[in-house]
Protein backbone atom coordinates (compact mmCIF):
# COMPACT_ATOMS: atom_id res chain seq x y z
CA UNK A 1 0.00 0.00 0.00
CA UNK A 2 1.32 3.49 -0.81
CA UNK A 3 2.03 5.68 2.01
CA UNK A 4 2.94 9.24 1.99
CA UNK A 5 3.51 10.97 5.39
CA UNK A 6 4.35 14.62 6.07
CA UNK A 7 5.61 16.13 8.63
CA UNK A 8 7.88 19.33 9.86
CA UNK A 9 4.63 21.84 9.86
CA UNK A 10 4.01 24.12 12.51
CA UNK A 11 4.06 27.46 13.69
CA UNK A 12 6.86 29.82 12.39
CA UNK A 13 7.35 34.04 12.63
CA UNK A 14 6.88 36.05 9.18
CA UNK A 15 10.93 35.72 7.44
CA UNK A 16 11.38 32.30 9.23
CA UNK A 17 12.20 29.22 7.62
CA UNK A 18 10.52 25.54 7.97
CA UNK A 19 11.69 22.42 6.23
CA UNK A 20 8.53 20.15 5.45
CA UNK A 21 9.62 16.32 4.98
CA UNK A 22 7.44 13.46 3.21
CA UNK A 23 8.22 9.94 4.20
CA UNK A 24 6.85 7.55 1.60
CA UNK A 25 6.48 3.62 1.12
CA UNK A 26 4.72 1.12 -0.41
CA UNK A 27 6.19 1.98 -4.01
CA UNK A 28 9.49 2.15 -5.87
CA UNK A 29 10.67 6.19 -4.72
CA UNK A 30 13.21 6.70 -6.86
CA UNK A 31 10.84 6.03 -10.26
CA UNK A 32 8.55 8.68 -9.67
CA UNK A 33 8.14 11.98 -9.95
CA UNK A 34 6.95 13.93 -6.67
CA UNK A 35 4.49 16.97 -5.92
CA UNK A 36 4.14 19.84 -3.27
CA UNK A 37 0.49 21.04 -3.47
CA UNK A 38 -0.70 23.54 -0.83
CA UNK A 39 -4.48 24.67 0.37
CA UNK A 40 -4.50 27.67 2.49
CA UNK A 41 -8.09 27.29 5.14
CA UNK A 42 -11.13 27.19 3.24
CA UNK A 43 -9.45 27.65 -0.02
CA UNK A 44 -8.71 25.56 -3.39
CA UNK A 45 -5.67 22.94 -4.28
CA UNK A 46 -2.60 25.16 -5.33
CA UNK A 47 0.61 23.46 -6.96
CA UNK A 48 3.83 24.46 -5.49
CA UNK A 49 6.76 22.57 -6.55
CA UNK A 50 7.55 18.88 -8.20
CA UNK A 51 11.03 17.49 -8.66
CA UNK A 52 12.26 14.60 -10.97
CA UNK A 53 12.84 11.17 -10.07
CA UNK A 54 16.77 11.58 -9.89
CA UNK A 55 16.16 14.99 -8.35
CA UNK A 56 17.78 17.04 -11.07
CA UNK A 57 14.79 18.81 -13.18
CA UNK A 58 12.71 21.22 -10.67
CA UNK A 59 9.97 23.28 -11.07
CA UNK A 60 8.40 25.55 -8.82
CA UNK A 61 5.02 27.68 -9.02
CA UNK A 62 5.84 31.98 -9.12
CA UNK A 63 5.17 32.60 -5.59
CA UNK A 64 7.40 30.56 -4.11
CA UNK A 65 10.48 30.59 -6.61
CA UNK A 66 13.58 32.05 -5.05
CA UNK A 67 12.02 31.41 -1.47
CA UNK A 68 11.21 27.39 -1.51
CA UNK A 69 13.49 24.68 -2.51
CA UNK A 70 12.75 20.97 -3.26
CA UNK A 71 15.06 17.71 -3.24
CA UNK A 72 14.42 14.05 -2.55
CA UNK A 73 16.69 11.58 -0.70
CA UNK A 74 15.72 8.55 -2.87
CA UNK A 75 18.05 5.99 -0.47
CA UNK A 76 15.87 7.63 2.21
CA UNK A 77 12.79 7.64 0.27
CA UNK A 78 12.34 11.14 1.38
CA UNK A 79 10.84 14.66 -0.28
CA UNK A 80 12.14 17.26 1.37
CA UNK A 81 10.48 21.19 0.94
CA UNK A 82 12.97 24.22 2.30
CA UNK A 83 10.65 27.22 2.72
CA UNK A 84 12.54 30.34 3.43
CA UNK A 85 11.26 33.69 3.97
CA UNK A 86 8.21 32.35 4.57
CA UNK A 87 4.99 35.10 4.23
CA UNK A 88 1.64 35.41 6.10
CA UNK A 89 0.37 33.70 2.97
CA UNK A 90 2.29 30.96 3.05
CA UNK A 91 -0.11 29.65 5.49
CA UNK A 92 -1.90 26.41 4.43
CA UNK A 93 -1.83 22.58 4.63
CA UNK A 94 0.87 21.06 2.60
CA UNK A 95 0.40 17.90 0.73
CA UNK A 96 2.95 15.66 -0.88
CA UNK A 97 1.66 13.80 -3.85
CA UNK A 98 2.83 11.13 -6.15
CA UNK A 99 3.06 11.72 -10.03
CA UNK A 100 2.49 8.77 -12.02
CA UNK A 101 2.76 9.21 -15.69
CA UNK A 102 1.41 6.29 -17.69
CA UNK A 103 -0.34 5.44 -21.14
CA UNK A 104 -4.26 3.88 -21.61
CA UNK A 105 -4.52 0.79 -23.20
CA UNK A 106 -4.50 1.76 -26.62
CA UNK A 107 -1.03 3.08 -25.42
CA UNK A 108 -1.51 6.35 -27.86
CA UNK A 109 -2.89 8.46 -25.34
CA UNK A 110 -0.77 9.38 -22.41
CA UNK A 111 -2.40 9.83 -18.71
CA UNK A 112 -0.81 12.46 -16.07
CA UNK A 113 -1.84 12.82 -12.46
CA UNK A 114 -1.49 12.58 -8.64
CA UNK A 115 -2.75 9.12 -7.61
CA UNK A 116 -1.26 9.07 -3.66
CA UNK A 117 -1.41 12.53 -1.12
CA UNK A 118 -0.25 12.82 1.64
CA UNK A 119 -2.22 13.96 4.68
CA UNK A 120 -0.82 17.21 4.76
CA UNK A 121 0.80 18.99 7.61
CA UNK A 122 -0.32 22.38 8.63
CA UNK A 123 2.12 25.31 8.35
CA UNK A 124 1.20 28.81 9.95
CA UNK A 125 2.92 31.73 9.20
CA UNK A 126 2.09 34.23 11.64
CA UNK A 127 3.81 36.51 14.43
CA UNK B 1 -0.74 29.91 -16.56
CA UNK B 2 -3.75 27.36 -17.43
CA UNK B 3 -6.74 28.88 -15.63
CA UNK B 4 -9.53 26.47 -14.43
CA UNK B 5 -12.93 26.97 -14.03
CA UNK B 6 -15.64 25.28 -12.19
CA UNK B 7 -19.33 25.33 -12.20
CA UNK B 8 -21.54 25.45 -10.30
CA UNK B 9 -19.19 26.89 -7.12
CA UNK B 10 -21.79 24.59 -4.50
CA UNK B 11 -24.47 22.25 -5.60
CA UNK B 12 -27.61 20.97 -3.18
CA UNK B 13 -28.42 17.53 -4.46
CA UNK B 14 -30.48 14.43 -2.38
CA UNK B 15 -29.55 10.87 -2.21
CA UNK B 16 -30.24 9.13 -5.42
CA UNK B 17 -29.67 12.19 -7.72
CA UNK B 18 -27.40 12.79 -10.63
CA UNK B 19 -25.55 15.64 -10.73
CA UNK B 20 -22.99 17.01 -13.41
CA UNK B 21 -19.97 19.41 -12.85
CA UNK B 22 -18.30 21.13 -15.46
CA UNK B 23 -15.10 22.11 -15.65
CA UNK B 24 -13.54 24.92 -18.31
CA UNK B 25 -9.81 25.44 -19.40
CA UNK B 26 -8.68 28.97 -20.65
CA UNK B 27 -6.94 26.78 -23.15
CA UNK B 28 -6.72 23.27 -24.90
CA UNK B 29 -5.29 20.87 -22.35
CA UNK B 30 -6.48 17.78 -24.78
CA UNK B 31 -7.06 14.96 -22.47
CA UNK B 32 -4.64 16.13 -19.51
CA UNK B 33 -7.82 16.76 -17.28
CA UNK B 34 -8.29 14.70 -13.56
CA UNK B 35 -11.06 15.00 -10.82
CA UNK B 36 -10.30 15.14 -7.31
CA UNK B 37 -12.72 14.33 -4.31
CA UNK B 38 -11.76 16.03 -1.00
CA UNK B 39 -13.55 15.55 2.47
CA UNK B 40 -13.13 17.90 5.19
CA UNK B 41 -9.92 17.58 7.12
CA UNK B 42 -8.38 14.88 4.54
CA UNK B 43 -6.08 14.59 1.67
CA UNK B 44 -7.48 14.60 -2.03
CA UNK B 45 -8.47 11.40 -3.71
CA UNK B 46 -8.36 10.70 -6.98
CA UNK B 47 -11.48 9.79 -9.27
CA UNK B 48 -11.08 10.03 -12.93
CA UNK B 49 -7.89 10.58 -14.54
CA UNK B 50 -7.51 11.26 -18.59
CA UNK B 51 -10.78 13.22 -18.65
CA UNK B 52 -13.00 9.73 -18.54
CA UNK B 53 -10.79 6.96 -16.94
CA UNK B 54 -12.17 5.42 -13.35
CA UNK B 55 -9.16 5.37 -10.81
CA UNK B 56 -9.13 1.76 -9.07
CA UNK B 57 -11.51 1.34 -6.24
CA UNK B 58 -13.85 4.06 -6.89
CA UNK B 59 -17.35 3.64 -7.98
CA UNK B 60 -18.73 3.59 -11.31
CA UNK B 61 -21.49 5.94 -10.48
CA UNK B 62 -18.47 8.47 -11.25
CA UNK B 63 -17.60 9.12 -15.02
CA UNK B 64 -16.16 11.87 -16.50
CA UNK B 65 -16.24 13.46 -20.24
CA UNK B 66 -14.52 15.88 -22.31
CA UNK B 67 -12.24 17.14 -24.78
CA UNK B 68 -10.14 20.31 -25.55
CA UNK B 69 -11.24 22.62 -22.92
CA UNK B 70 -14.67 21.45 -21.56
CA UNK B 71 -15.00 18.49 -19.42
CA UNK B 72 -17.36 16.96 -16.68
CA UNK B 73 -17.97 15.07 -13.84
CA UNK B 74 -21.12 13.28 -13.59
CA UNK B 75 -21.79 11.38 -10.49
CA UNK B 76 -24.90 8.78 -11.40
CA UNK B 77 -27.43 8.07 -7.98
CA UNK B 78 -25.91 9.88 -5.18
CA UNK B 79 -25.03 7.96 -2.30
CA UNK B 80 -24.20 9.80 1.43
CA UNK B 81 -20.82 9.26 1.22
CA UNK B 82 -20.46 11.67 -2.14
CA UNK B 83 -20.93 14.58 0.05
CA UNK B 84 -18.08 16.38 -0.56
CA UNK B 85 -15.90 19.25 -2.68
CA UNK B 86 -14.67 17.74 -6.16
CA UNK B 87 -11.60 19.59 -8.07
CA UNK B 88 -10.87 19.48 -11.73
CA UNK B 89 -7.03 19.89 -12.31
CA UNK B 90 -5.22 20.18 -15.59
CA UNK B 91 -1.82 18.19 -16.10
CA UNK B 92 -1.07 19.82 -19.63
CA UNK B 93 1.19 22.43 -18.61
CA UNK B 94 3.36 23.17 -15.32
CA UNK B 95 1.82 24.64 -13.20
CA UNK B 96 -0.89 22.24 -12.70
CA UNK B 97 -3.80 24.60 -11.99
CA UNK B 98 -6.72 23.41 -10.45
CA UNK B 99 -10.38 24.21 -10.34
CA UNK B 100 -11.89 26.56 -7.25
CA UNK B 101 -13.81 23.16 -6.40
CA UNK B 102 -17.35 22.42 -5.85
CA UNK B 103 -18.83 21.90 -2.91
CA UNK B 104 -21.86 19.37 -3.08
CA UNK B 105 -24.17 19.63 -0.32
CA UNK B 106 -26.94 17.88 0.79
CA UNK B 107 -30.39 18.86 0.14
Known amino acids: EVQLVESGGGLVQPGGSLRLSCAAS????????MHWVRQAPGKGLIWVSR????????DYADFVKGRFTVSRDNAKSTLYLQMNSLRAEDTAVYYC????????????????????WGQGTLVTVSS | DIQMTQSPSSLSASVGDRVTITCRAS??????LNWYQQKPGRAPKLLIY???SLQSGVPSRFSGSGSGTDFTLTIRSLQPEDFATYFC?????????FGQGTKLEIK
Open chain 1, 26 to 33: GFTFRSYW
Open chain 1, 97 to 116: AKFTYSYDTSGRRALRYFDS
Open chain 1, 51 to 58: IGSDGSST
Open chain 2, 27 to 32: QTITSY
Open chain 2, 50 to 52: GTS
Open chain 2, 89 to 97: QQTYNIPYT
